[in-house]
């Protein structure tokens, strides 16, 4: 038996159980499903099939702490994909070992969603490159230890592709691969049930489409059509497209809008039974086809419906999941310089089982959305509606003494909500003339990022503290999208900067070099070590321990974030000895007790400690 049929034997009673249950037992689909596998193994090239067997014998090699994430539009940040390959000097000095590169297959002009409506899944958009463009960079990075994520649309498709165009025309068969209705009454059923993700921009789940003169759902944009996975056609077609992009030295699928992808009349359309079926089936196919290659769930919602995608230790699902509850707490506790919710988030996270590897990021391409925990914030008299429009005031700018910079999106003032977009340094403050407390905050914050169990994820620019784009206003496929005013062109004149340490640019660079390099070298920092609050007995300051003790070698340290602007004294309830023995991992002095137990910390100031046992 070859490698294929050993992965195919080791997972066919499963693969056909939950096929035949999904599909009603329809035997030339699972046929069709089988030998589309071998065929894309088959496809799979010599280098992409060793480094498999590489990865096979270390499975968790994606969970260690040398892993830094960074996430870059292709054509912000070099133009192309030619372009980017030529500047991984760069991408290698920033201590990157994962390049998660934004959605850039073909979508028309105009009407892409930042590229995420798809009218090729085999083509790249032609002024980025080629499909073998993407290969050869793909190849590149494996050579410098480099991993590549991608996005794969899999919810819905542009209008302009194939199976739309042809459904538009009246083809039965693709129409089938949509949600198409004669009329509107079983749309008005699901809309009973259905929340509008966009509601300002893009309000309701259907779209009336004239050339086939039916009704069609389109729960994100009028221009993206939802795919029917209760057609067993449209899942073997899109896993298929998957597996043809893994043959492209593909490392980490990114599988978006994925709670999406199963609909039922009279349910609100998420997280469905039969969506966790769909994505076991994409982890086995994974697995059998590319072993190597890592799934990347885009679960945008709260814990409890995040975690449920890991599957089980013996059924897993996704490999990776974001973790965008702690993001948007961390962004909370900026503005309101109060931990507590933070401490609450944080404790469901540390309680979780140490195989789950989420992704932790301060900002992305996308919004930030505050789906904080308002049954938590309820005790402290937190009113949800009104503390949103704090929030985004603050980030705004418009809130007396802030010096955030940020814009709101999606704003529906019905629904007293808002979402918020700015750079990362545009948020801390770095816009506004006190430029030395906004490089505090932004380098406790990305100190506080890597403290955390999992892959660290920069967003390109970041590194050296990249301002708003305000240009976006200007430019008529942008300005109705506050999104893109953090998605800007990569400022090369600005970076050059970073090896100026008297500059913005060089203090924000310089230190995240430092706490990268710290983090890569220092076992304490391994998902598998063990994490815990420490109480602080002051509310403006976090405080978190991590202890590594496997094998003979032990590692412990205590961090403490001070997220308001003001210094602030606090006695934490760890047992530090007496005197103190630890030592400053950023500067190598020694830490004493000099004032019986208490710590002081300057405003945004941040301490690693690190216990000398």
Not at 273 to 296: D, S, Y
Not at 330 to 340: C, L, P
Request: aromatic share 12%; net charge negative; charged share 25%.
């Amino acid at each position: 038996m070859n490698d294929f049929e050993k992965r195919l034997a080791k997972n066919y009673d499963e693969l056909k159980w939950l096929y035949y249950e999904l599909y009603g037992n329809d035997k030339q689909a699972f046929d069709y499903f089988c030998s589309m596998l071998k065929m894309c193994w088959e496809s799979r090239n010599d280098l992409l099939k060793e480094l498999d067997e590489a990865r096979e014998k270390v499975p968790d090699w994606y969970a260690g702490n040398d892993i830094l994430g960074m996430m870059l539009y292709t054509e912000c940040f070099a133009k192309n994909l030619k372009g980017v390959k030529e500047h991984l000097d760069y991408i290698q000095e920033c201590g990157v070992t994962y390049l998660h590169l934004m959605p850039l297959l073909d979508t028309p002009k105009g009407r892409s969603d930042g590229g995420y409506a798809v009218s090729d899944f085999r083509k790249v958009r032609p002024d980025l490159g080629t499909i073998e463009d993407l290969a050869d960079l793909s190849e590149k990075c494996h050579s410098l230890g480099i991993s590549v994520c991608l996005d794969f649309v899999m919810n819905h498709t542009s209008e302009d592709h194939e199976w739309a165009m042809r459904a538009k025309k009246g083809e039965k068969e693709f129409q089938d691969r949509y949600f198409f209705f004669d009329n509107w009454e079983i749309p008005k059923q699901f809309e009973q049930h259905l929340p509008e993700v966009f509601p300002t921009t893009a309000p309701g789940n259907f779209t009336f489409n004239e050339e086939s003169g039916k009704v069609v759902m389109t729960t994100f944009y009028p221009y993206q059509w939802d795919l029917n996975y209760r057609n067993p056609v449209v899942f073997n077609d899109m896993t298929e497209n998957m597996l043809f992009l893994c043959n492209q030295g593909i490392d980490i699928i990114r599988l978006d809008a994925v709670p999406y992808i199963w609909k039922t009349l009279g349910t609100n359309c998420r997280n469905l039974p039969q969506v966790h079926t769909l994505v076991r089936i994409m982890r086995m196919a994974a697995e059998i086809v590319c072993p190597g290659t890592l799934l990347l769930g885009e679960v945008v919602m709260e814990p409890s419906k995040v975690v449920p995608y890991f599957g089980t230790v013996e059924k897993p699902e996704c490999n990776m999941l974001y973790n965008v509850t702690t993001m948007a707490s961390t962004w909370h506790t900026v503005a309101t310089k109060d931990t507590r919710l933070m401490k609450h988030q944080l404790a469901s996270v540390f309680a979780l089982p140490k195989e789950y590897v989420f992704l932790n990021y301060l900002r992305c391409h996308d919004d930030i959305g505050w789906g904080l925990d308002y049954d938590f914030l309820r005790n402290f008299e937190i009113d949800e509606v009104a503390h949103k429009k704090f929030l985004n005031d603050y980030f705004k700018g418009d809130f007396k003494n802030s010096p955030s910079r940020g814009e709101t999106y999606n704003d529906a003032p019905e629904l007293g909500d808002a979402r918020m977009c700015g750079t990362t340094a545009s948020l801390c403050g770095l816009e506004s003339k006190n430029k030395d407390m906004a490089v505090k905050l932004d380098t406790m914050l990305h100190a506080f990022l890597l403290t955390q169990s999992g892959i660290p994820v920069l967003y390109s620019g970041d590194e050296v503290g990249q301002l708003n784009d305000y240009t976006y206003h200007d430019d008529p496929d942008k300005s109705a999208d506050s999104r893109y005013i953090h998605r800007g062109a990569f400022n090369w004149k600005n970076a050059e900067k970073r090896r100026d340490k008297k500059t913005p640019e060089g203090k924000i660079f310089d230190a995240l070099h430092k706490m990268i390099k710290l983090r890569d070298t220092r076992s304490v920092f391994s998902n598998s070590a063990d994490t815990w609050l420490i109480e602080t007995g002051n509310d403006h300051v976090l405080g978190i321990g991590r202890y590594y003790g496997e094998k003979t070698q032990k590692e412990k340290m205590l961090a403490f974030f001070n997220f308001s602007d003001e210094a602030q004294t606090f006695t934490p309830n760890e047992n530090l000895g007496d005197p103190f023995n630890y030592s400053d991992m950023m500067t190598g002095e020694r830490f004493t007790d000099k004032n019986s137990g208490r710590i002081k910390l300057e405003g945004y100031e941040f301490k690693w400690l690190l216990a000398n046992l």
